[in-house]
């Protein structure tokens, strides 16, 4: 297991999945992590919808998706992972994004940790919110009164790539 600041350090988004499935506990120990952040008020209000790759549902998703932009794709969007896990959260309220990022992020942290694959995706918000918003919140089990946040994919990597790149100078300013 990785200490924190080598976890940070050394993730970056897997965009490439082998087939075999990552464990039941190395499954649990990442939903354990969302769980585990922090939240605003400590309201606990977000929700992990979590989906085998393989789900008939995320296959419609993709076409969705595809059907929105146009065109066509050599992956799925969730790059053939074995689980995909939704989180969302109530919508209206002012924290649902918030507390559903710091979790994605917790989760990616807790994968890179434990040596695995993950990708944070936000592509199929205008799917998951638009038309078929409640057939698809049915399908993936998301409750009443949620609506979408964000998602993450997660299995053991068949691709690696370098952590990006970033500038101190660009972002950072000390008062
Ligand atoms: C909120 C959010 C949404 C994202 N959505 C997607 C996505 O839909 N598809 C994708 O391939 N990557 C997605 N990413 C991954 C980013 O592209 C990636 O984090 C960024 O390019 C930096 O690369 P790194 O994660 O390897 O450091 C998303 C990341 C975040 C934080």
């Given at each position: 297991?990785?200490?924190?600041?080598?976890?940070?350090?050394?993730?970056?988004?897997?965009?490439?999945?082998?087939?075999?499935?990552?464990?039941?506990?190395?499954?649990?120990?990442?939903?354990?992590?969302?769980?585990?952040?922090?939240?605003?008020?400590?309201?606990?209000?977000?929700?992990?919808?979590?989906?085998?790759?393989?789900?008939?549902?995320?296959?419609?998703?993709?076409?969705?998706?595809?059907?929105?932009?146009?065109?066509?794709?050599?992956?799925?969007f969730f790059?053939?992972a074995?689980?995909l896990?939704?989180?969302?959260?109530?919508?209206?309220?002012?924290?649902?994004?918030?507390?559903?990022?710091?979790?994605?992020?917790?989760?990616?942290?807790?994968?890179?940790?434990?040596?695995?694959?993950?990708?944070?995706?936000?592509?199929?918000?205008?799917?998951?919110?638009?038309?078929?918003?409640?057939?698809?919140?049915?399908?993936?089990?998301?409750?009443?009164?949620?609506?979408?946040?964000?998602?993450?994919a997660?299995?053991?990597?068949?691709?690696?790539?370098?952590?990006?790149?970033?500038?101190?100078?660009?972002?950072?300013?000390?008062?």
């Amino acid at each position: 297991m990785k200490d924190v600041l080598k976890a940070i350090e050394e993730r970056s988004s897997t965009r490439g999945y082998k087939e075999e499935k990552i464990t039941k506990e190395e499954l649990e120990a990442v939903i354990k992590a969302g769980l585990q952040a922090p939240t605003a008020a400590n309201r606990q209000e977000i929700y992990f919808s979590v989906i085998e790759g393989t789900n008939p549902y995320l296959k419609e998703l993709h076409e969705d998706l595809l059907k929105g932009r146009g065109g066509s794709s050599e992956h799925n969007f969730f790059y053939e992972a074995p689980y995909l896990i939704i989180l969302s959260g109530p919508e209206g309220f002012f924290w649902s994004a918030v507390d559903a990022g710091i979790a994605v992020e917790n989760m990616a942290l807790a994968a890179e940790g434990l040596g695995l694959g993950s990708l944070i995706l936000g592509c199929i918000k205008d799917v998951m919110t638009g038309e078929k918003k409640a057939y698809y919140n049915k399908a993936f089990g998301i409750p009443e009164g949620n609506v979408y946040q964000v998602a993450f994919a997660v299995g053991y990597k068949a691709v690696t790539k370098e952590p990006h790149e970033y500038s101190e100078e660009k972002n950072v300013t000390f008062i």
